[in-house]
């Protein structure tokens, strides 16, 4: 027999709880006393202490729970039908919340892909699927939950880069939707043999860490430099390139190369710019 194999749960039929209390009810206080008072005392007696121990087969399951049950150590089954239920006495019952839960992650600190010290932590939703997995599978599944987590988190982190550069195109900050599947996938593959479900795990907190935050916000604002002024620079030179088509269309004034090169010189200094120009109006000839 395989030691290793995982218990998988499977339903348990039990007795519902109202019809049996009626019935003991019954035998408590009628047919026992009566039998006592007729002369089948040493029959009473016995049938008295089974009637005793029958009333601790009674247990509460409520909504979204399941009860897990063992006999001297066996798993015998799991009760999912809500309300009041009766079982052999002697089965020992544990609950198991099948809710749906949710927790946030410890802040990690961990390098990304390219080796640069973040802060990372997430939000995961979880619940148990399979409680017989749940209980046997592992000693502590909330804390098998958190522990995992944390392992996954780790892995997502150290798989992508904290922003986009370098030819990557994929990275924590930008693609928050891929990031998140990659982490709720990484994390079931560690949760399935304990019995759990991933319904949803997000990125909850993202910085860069405190030793490189300010290089790494001078970082991003000269590449934010450095993509605005090439924006502006195609645009003037897109704007130079239809005034000098305009004037040479409409006939305006004819500019030989040299007065071409220094309209298109001072076109770029007002264009680009980053402070507005001092206009000077020439009232002699261009020549």
């Known amino acids: 027999m395989n030691q290793n194999a995982s218990i998988i749960e499977r339903p348990l039929n039990t007795l519902p709880g109202i019809p049996m209390i009626l019935l003991l009810l019954v035998l408590s206080f009628g047919v026992l006393p009566a039998m006592a008072i007729i002369g089948f ?23 979204n729970q399941g009860a897990v049950m063992q006999l ?41 892909l390219e080796g640069s010290p973040i802060e990372i932590a997430a939000i995961v939703v979880w619940q148990v699927v399979d409680t017989a997995e749940a ?41 928050t939707q891929e990031i998140a599947d990659h982490l709720r996938k990484e994390i079931q593959e560690r949760l399935t043999s304990a019995g759990m479900k991933v319904l949803e795990a997000r990125i909850a907190h993202l910085a860069y860490a405190q030793e490189i935050a300010q290089a790494m916000l001078q970082r991003q604002q000269a590449g934010a430099i450095i993509a605005a002024r090439s924006k502006i620079v ?38 680009c710019g980053e402070r ?5 109006v020439n009232a002699g000839s261009i020549y």
């Open 276 to 280: 507005g120009t001092q206009p000077i």
């Open 41 to 63: 005392r040493l029959l009473a007696v016995p049938l008295g202490i089974v009637v005793f121990f029958c009333w601790f087969g009674l247990f509460m399951v409520q909504p």
């Open 234 to 271: 195609e645009g003037a030179v897109s704007m130079v390139h239809m005034a000098l088509e305009q004037l040479a269309e409409k006939g305006i004034v004819n500019l030989d190369e040299e007065r071409k090169a220094q309209m298109v010189s001072n076109l770029l200094v007002v264009l």
């Open 135 to 175: 209980v046997f599978a592992v000693d502590d599944y909330e804390n098998f939950v958190h522990v995992q987590t944390e392992a996954a988190l780790r892995q997502s982190a150290t798989s992508y880069p904290y922003d986009l550069h370098d030819g990557h195109t994929i990275s924590l900050r930008s693609h």
């Open 72 to 112: 001297f150590g066996r798993y015998i089954g799991t009760v999912r039908e809500a309300g009041l239920r009766w079982a052999n006495p002697f089965y020992s019952k544990k609950a198991v919340s099948l809710r749906i839960r949710n927790f946030e992650s410890n802040k990690l600190k961990v390098n990304d």
